[in-house]
């Protein structure tokens, strides 16, 4: 696999590998930060309900900031933002550090901290959606996505259980590590070079502020994937909860915590590098409405499981699925979207499918908290994400029946003609 990914078009262009890898890099830093925080939340409260809270506190600053910073990847420099944004996230991440070496450290920062990640990921999630596109030729740009979620997901299997590791040496030692990452990739993608130039919006309208808003309810379908993944995820999201079973449950321990975390993550590199040499051509709203049943379906046996072994494997399952679902949503967004409007239309994506991850741990939080079980929880989770695949696939049948992506010219035709348009409405 590794041979494969050093040998494609898409990693011989060297700012698609920036791109690519600066992502990577900046993932693994996160699943490790989401391993520390959740693990040191939760011996510092005892609480399910705060562990709810820190995926609520990451919610509203993106929930206020994405269409805005969606409208800033369109004026300004995308690469900048992504930089800045790392930098913050770098800066805070050695604050917490430190407080945690002298023993400072409150339930309190933990929870200021998540907001200001909020903030910053809303910050710079528009543009790094969007950069991708900008470094690689329309042609290629599938495998570009399947090839960024394989390394994404690579990182993603790592970080938890390097999370694990380091928080067993010290919960200062592992945020050290995380802020030094994150500085690192603030550095690397200041050297990318785009192969596009983006028609720079100057309006500051309303209209101009919410046009993503307007092309999303113009586009039925594309409205149709990005809402699958928010409701979806919302009800069927139990990693907020996965600190309680490696503790209470499956009695495993911060070790066995970052392994529950990464196994999603396994199954998901294993499926997305096989999309990487063999993208989807066909039938991808058939597979795509597949793929969330058995997501469903993986998370009701993770949720009554009690052996640590059938745990793994069903996060194993509910990754593999996951990823078939989220590269036919990625590449179908993407490739029906004009550049020019890419920035505004992604952050209205995160908003739905960001967000999405927080609020379906706040879910998952306060449900369990109500209902007096994580399991229960975790079950109805399951049952609903089920529920939703099935609505969707009324309420959107265009989607059902999606068969494949616009090909390399219809996409140059549609981003040559939004062009127009964009030097008409600035002029």
């Known amino acids: 696999m590794i041979n494969s990914i050093k040998n494609s078009a898409v990693f011989r262009n060297k700012s698609a590998a920036i791109v690519i ?12 930060l989401a391993v520390a925080i959740g693990w040191q939340i939760y011996a510092l409260t005892k609480s399910t309900f705060y562990l709810g809270l820190v995926g609520l ?18 004026r300004f420099n995308r690469k900048m933002i992504i930089a800045f944004s790392q930098i913050v996230e770098a800066a805070a991440v050695f604050v917490l550090a430190y407080g945690s070496h002298h023993g400072w450290v409150t339930k309190e920062s933990i929870l200021a901290l998540a907001f200001l990640f909020g903030a910053t990921n809303a910050l710079q999630g528009p543009s790094t959606i969007s950069l991708l596109p900008n470094v690689v030729h329309p042609k290629t740009f599938p495998k570009a996505v399947a090839l960024s979620t394989s ?24 945020y050290s590590i995380i802020g030094g990452l994150l500085a690192v990739t603030a550095t690397m993608i200041l ?33 149709g994937a990005i809402s699958l993944d928010l409701f979806a995820v919302l009800l069927g999201g139990a990693t907020a909860l996965l600190p309680v079973y490696a503790s209470t449950i499956l009695k495993v321990g911060p070790s066995g915590l970052g392994l529950l975390r990464s196994a999603p993550a396994a199954g998901a590199l294993i499926v997305s ?66 550049d020019r409007l890419r920035g505004r239309v992604t952050s209205v994506n995160q908003l739905f499918i960001g967000t999405s991850n927080q609020l379906g741990e706040f879910e998952s939080g306060v449900l369990s908290s109500l209902i007096g ?16 695949a099935l609505t969707w696939m009324k309420l959107f049948p265009s989607l059902l029946h999606l068969n494949k992506f616009k090909s390399s010219e219809e996409i140059q035709k549609l981003n040559a003609e939004q062009a127009i348009i964009g030097i008409n409405e600035n002029l």
């Open 57 to 74: 506190l990451q919610f509203i600053p993106m929930f206020l900031l994405i269409i805005p910073s969606g409208h800033m990847a369109d």
């Open 273 to 338: 590098a096989y999309l990487a040499r063999k993208p989807l051509k066909a039938k991808v709203g058939h597979k795509m409405f597949g793929a969330v049943m058995v997501f469903g379906m993986a998370t009701l046996v993770f949720a009554v499981s009690k052996s640590f072994f059938l745990s793994l494997a069903a996060l194993f399952v509910l990754g593999a699925s996951d990823v078939v679902s989220v590269v036919i949503r990625q590449t179908f967004v993407q490739t029906e979207t004009p």
């Open 21 to 32: 890898s600066a992502r990577a890099m900046s993932a693994f830093a996160y699943q490790m």
């Open 191 to 223: 050297f990318v070079k785009t192969l596009t130039k983006t028609i720079k919006n100057k309006s500051n309208s309303i209209k101009e502020l919410f046009a993503g808003v307007s092309f999303i309810r113009s586009k039925n379908a594309i409205l």
């Open 373 to 388: 079980s994580v399991v229960g929880a975790v079950v109805l989770g399951g049952f609903g994400t089920i529920v939703v």
């Open 151 to 174: 390394a994404f997901q690579f990182a993603v299997i790592l970080g938890p259980a390097f999370g694990g590791i380091f928080y067993a040496l010290g919960v200062g030692v592992v």
